[in-house]
T-cell receptor
């Protein structure tokens, strides 16, 4: 089993829809969680950190479920510009600087 | 506000040639990383440097060497390039030494080995 797993998609949704995807992690000691966005042929860019209490940034909401060992990303009122690959990343504070990335979920927003 | 800068952006090599990928960050970050990204494989850690003067192997270190030249710079060297090393290479940096700090990426080097 991979340490961090994501559904590769693609998720193909109409503009204005709400879409959510999950990312599961295998190490119960994981303590830091992030969502990155990667556009085609570009570098990953930090979208948001995921806190225990959940957090929201505009149309984006991230949640952490420690009991079931997954994080989620919800995008409301999706825009064409949200089309990208979304990578989750999971880290251990005790490890020497390593964060494990998922392979990404591809999202395509259609007009 | 450069962030993480990688050079070159593109490179084509012949099998057996050597080259060094350069990376520099201007955010005063302690930790730096080299990843490769292949279709369907996600980001795979090659080497990382938790702090100036230290380097450690990641998931896929074979065929690569690194040098943490100073706090700002972290280079990746391919001594004898192989077609299997055709990939997109990303350098990243983070503020802290623990796995709880988000990483910031350069815009990548697209490397083709013929």
């Amino acid at each position: 089993r991979k340490e961090v797993e994501q559904d590769p998609g693609p998720f193909n949704v109409p503009e204005g829809a709400t879409v959510a995807f999950n990312c599961t992690y295998s190490n119960s000691a994981s303590q830091s969680f992030f969502w990155y966005r990667q556009d085609c042929r570009k570098e990953p860019k930090l979208l948001m950190s995921v806190y225990s209490s959940g957090n929201e940034d505009g149309r984006f909401t991230a949640q952490l479920n420690r009991a079931s060992q997954y994080i989620s990303l919800l995008i409301r009122d999706s825009k064409l510009s949200d089309s990208a690959t979304y990578l989750c990343a999971v880290g251990l504070r005790s490890s020497a600087s390593k964060i494990i990335f998922g392979s990404g979920t591809r999202l395509s927003i259609r007009p | 506000n450069a962030g993480v800068t990688q050079t070159p952006k593109f490179q084509v090599l012949k099998t057996g040639q050597s080259m060094t990928l350069q990376c520099a960050q201007d955010m005063n970050h302690n930790s730096m990383y080299w990843y490769r990204q292949d279709p369907g494989m996600g980001l795979r850690l090659i080497y990382y440097s938790a702090s100036e003067g230290t380097t450690d192997k990641g998931e896929v270190p074979n065929g690569y060497n690194v040098s943490r030249l100073n706090k700002r710079e972290f280079s990746l060297r391919l001594e004898s390039a192989a077609p299997s090393q055709t990939s997109v290479y990303f350098c990243a940096s983070s503020r802290g030494q623990g796995g709880d700090q988000p990483q910031h990426f350069g815009d990548g080097t697209r490397l083709s080995i013929l």
